[in-house]
């Protein structure tokens, strides 16, 4: 199982879920699925997240 920190990471920048997706170039929609587990993101989202968020894709993401 994967496990993200995505929507504590998000509310460290200030960031909505819409402002999140436009920055990397995905939907509002993506981001909350992402963010609840029901999607699990591309390895070049993944990274494209970690960047944004200025954190490691392993800090944004736990494998459990």
Excluded: D, Y
């Excluded at 920055?23 to 509002?28: D, I, K, N, Q, W």
């Excluded at 929609?29 to 993101?41: H, Q, S």
């Amino acid at each position: 199982m994967l496990e993200n920190t995505i929507k504590v990471q998000r509310a460290k920048k200030s960031l909505t879920q819409e402002q999140l997706a436009e920055l990397v170039g995905v939907t509002r929609k993506t981001i909350n699925t992402i963010e609840n587990g029901k999607f699990v993101p591309s390895a070049l989202l993944a990274i494209k997240l970690a960047k944004v968020l200025e954190v490691t894709v392993e800090e944004l993401f736990i494998l459990k």
